[in-house]
């Protein structure tokens, strides 16, 4: 198991921006895929983007959304911009190894969750 911790949550106005951050506990050969997802309050989880040896983005979010990694830090990022009311969610971290990039219940490794709220 991989402990992630996100952070970088918050309160911002439509068309703001935010920055996540995702720190893995460790490097392991037990990951070959990192995504980003989002519940909403009422819905369903979300895929919002995943880095392997591409990057995968889901269409709401193409263009606006970006992801990178930092080896280094054992860090993924989600560059947030252009933000709308309907990016209000809970976004998580997940990480895993042989996975449908878009589907949670294939990641074996959650971090807690931040808060994204957008106010209109």
């Known amino acids: 198991q991989v402990q992630l911790v996100e952070s970088g949550g918050g309160l911002v106005q439509a068309g703001g921006s935010l920055r996540l951050s995702c720190a893995a506990s460790?490097?392991?050969?037990?990951?070959?895929?990192m995504a980003w997802f989002r519940q909403a309050p009422g819905k369903e989880r979300e895929f919002v983007g995943a880095?392997?040896?591409?990057?995968y983005y889901a269409d709401s979010v193409k263009g606006r959304f970006t992801i990178s990694r930092d080896n280094a830090k054992n860090t993924l990022y989600l560059q947030m911009n252009s933000l709308k009311p309907e990016d209000t969610a809970v976004y998580y971290c997940?990480?895993?190894?042989?996975?449908?990039?878009?589907?949670?219940?294939?990641?074996?490794?959650w971090g807690q969750g931040t808060q994204v709220t957008v106010s209109s």
């Open positions: 880095m392997s040896g591409r990057i």
């Open positions: 997940a990480a895993g190894r042989g996975v449908v990039v878009s589907r949670a219940d294939d990641y074996t490794n």
């Open positions: 460790r490097r392991t050969f037990s990951i070959d895929v």
